[in-house]
T-cell receptor
Framework: GNSVTQMEGPVTLSEEAFLTINCTYTATGYPSLFWYVQYPGEGLQLLLKATKADDKGSNKGFEATYRKETTSFHLEKGSVQVSDSAVYFCALAFGNTGNQFYFGTGTSLTVIP | KAGVTQTPRYLIKTRGQQVTLSCSPISGHRSVSWYQQTPGQGLQFLFEYFSETQRNKGNFPGRFSGRQFSNSRSEMNVSTLELGDSALYLC??????????????FGNGTRLTVT
């Protein structure tokens, strides 16, 4: 079947620290991969995506590379800010079957000044 | 542009009752999906509607059903409520075309509590 596994949270970092949130997936085909973010009091929103192996998605200083050989899509940021405090969700979906997304359980990040 | 609107924000129901949740997508979006969010399971896909037709369905019992109207607004119904149905129900709309993936735009959800 299809599933996504994320590292357990919560994660607490100091401002300007390096962030990695691990995400691995199991899929029956060749999915597109996504990171969604939920800021406090807001709905989930797309952070970045990658549609094929070796693609790198990037946005707001965050990056993730689609690694087919390790079935991973780890989220990284070189220097986090307090405003990055949120819950991050890794997800996969297949482009030929409509909008059926498989989400991980989410990783809560708190950045302290 | 107005975002995805879900009503009501909160619901408290008793076991055995039924409930209807409503979702108004972003104008022009034809795809509406529903997800159940719980602390232990994360987001789980319920179903997706596109142009009034169910395009995808997740692994939920038949007590969970939905529909989409000609204006793309969608409703989700849960019959014979169980305690385990307590969750945050999220609606997401997308402008992805036929068979295509579009980024999901989520509402703030309806918090359902079953007592």
């Amino acid at each position: 079947g299809n599933s996504v596994t994320q590292m357990e949270g919560p994660v607490t970092l100091s401002e300007e620290a390096f962030l990695t949130i691990n995400c691995t997936y199991t899929a029956t085909g060749y999915p597109s991969l996504f990171w969604y973010v939920q800021y406090p009091g807001e709905g989930l929103q797309l952070l970045l995506k990658a549609t094929k192996a070796d693609d790198k998605g990037s946005n707001k200083g965050f990056e993730a590379t689609y690694r087919k050989e390790t079935t991973s899509f780890h989220l990284e940021k070189g220097s986090v800010q307090v405003s990055d405090s949120a819950v991050y969700f890794c997800a996969l979906a297949f482009g030929n079957t409509g909008n059926q997304f498989y989400f991980g359980t989410g990783t809560s990040l708190t950045v302290i000044p | 542009k107005a975002g995805v609107t879900q009503t009501p924000r909160y619901l408290i129901k008793t076991r055995g009752q039924q409930v209807t949740l409503s979702c108004s997508p972003i104008s022009g979006h034809r795809s509406v999906s529903w997800y159940q969010q719980t602390p232990g399971q994360g987001l789980q896909f319920l179903f997706e509607y596109f142009s009034e037709t169910q395009r995808n369905k997740g692994n939920f019992p038949g007590r969970f059903s939905g529909r989409q109207f000609s204006n793309s607004r969608s409703e989700m119904n849960v019959s014979t409520l169980e305690l385990g149905d307590s969750a945050l129900y999220l609606c997401a709309s997308s402008n992805g075309g036929t068979g295509g993936l579009g980024p999901l735009h989520f509402g703030n959800g309806t918090r359902l509590t079953v007592t």
